[in-house]
């Protein structure tokens, strides 16, 4: 998962999820729920492609 500070790092050059990892649970929470309650098959399918994350494949 990629999580950036676009205050303090306009450019993208520093990966904070591993001092933020409530963040990025946050996030999946919120997606799934907006998706209905379950991860959508679409991105079960796309498990290991690039781009998409792996917190969204259950």
Do not use: F, Q, W
Request: aromatic fraction near 2%; glycine fraction near 6%; include cysteine.
């Amino acid at each position: 998962p990629l999580l950036y500070d676009l205050e303090a790092d306009p450019k993208l050059k520093k990966n904070i999820v591993k001092e933020h990892p409530h963040i990025c649970e946050r996030m999946k929470d919120l997606a799934i729920s907006d998706a209905g309650g379950k991860v959508p098959e679409v991105l079960k399918k796309l498990k290991g492609e690039p781009g998409c994350t792996p917190l969204l494949v259950e």
